[in-house]
């Protein structure tokens, strides 16, 4: 059975802290990515990468960073921790070809006070 | 940038009713097209996609959907809905020349009603 899997289901973080969340995936797929899903805003692309070390900026990108050093592993690393970051997170995968569906982690449900 | 529209926030039906869950999208080029569907507290699972050919798609769970090019929609649908359709549904697009990138609608809840 293929899977997506994120550290964590639920966060509970303080403003300014560096914050990792982390995803891994084991079907050998080439393009992973974060996205952050709000009430009424749906999902929106954070940041995606195609190869190990490679990464582009999704539609918000500010506040965040991203690292790839395994091709089976994806994290987002929120650098200071702000409320407006609280969320639920989002990470996917899929093959290189555009026709193929995406796989999704269980979520992340990150709440910063 | 390819977007995507889901016109309704929420859709309700009765139980044993047809549904219609609607999406519109915007791309350049050829897309590809997607309907995923969330339970409380999960992350999306795939229903079915639009690669090209037939405009009618057959999914997972009864679902189709069916793509329109010159109405650039591609609005899922179901004969008779069920109680435990009940859940988010997003819909999602891809261009044939930007393998990598991948777009959401906000969503659409979907209430089925005994």
């Known amino acids: 059975d293929v899977k997506v899997t994120q550290s964590s289901r639920y966060l509970v973080k303080r403003t300014g802290e560096k914050v990792f969340l982390e995803c891994v995936q084991d079907m050998d797929h080439e393009n992973m990515f974060w996205y952050r899903q709000d009430p009424g805003l749906g999902l929106r692309l954070i940041y995606f990468s195609y190869d190990v070390k490679m990464k582009e900026k999704g539609d918000i990108p500010e506040g965040y960073s991203v690292s790839r050093e395994k091709k089976e592993r994806f994290s987002l690393i929120l650098e200071s921790a702000s409320t407006n970051q609280t969320s639920m997170y989002l990470c996917?995968?899929?093959?290189?070809?555009?026709?193929?569906?995406?796989?999704f982690g269980q979520g992340t449900r990150l709440t910063v006070v | 940038a390819q977007s995507v529209a889901q016109p309704e926030d929420q859709v309700n039906v009765a139980e044993g009713n047809p549904l219609t869950v609607k999406c519109t999208y915007s791309v350049s080029g050829n897309p590809y097209l997607f309907w995923y569907v969330q339970y409380p507290n999960r992350g999306l699972q795939f229903l079915l996609k639009?690669?090209?050919?037939?405009?009618l798609v057959k999914g997972s769970y009864g679902f189709e959907a069916e793509f329109n090019k010159s109405q650039t929609s591609f609005h899922l649908k179901k004969p008779s809905a069920l109680v435990s359709d009940s859940a988010l549904y997003f819909c999602a697009v891809r261009v044939v020349y930007n393998n990598n990138d991948m777009r959401f609608g906000a969503g659409t809840r979907l209430t089925v009603k005994p």
């Open positions: 996917a995968s899929t093959r290189v070809l555009g026709a193929t569906e995406a796989f």
């Open positions: 639009y690669i090209t050919g037939d405009n």
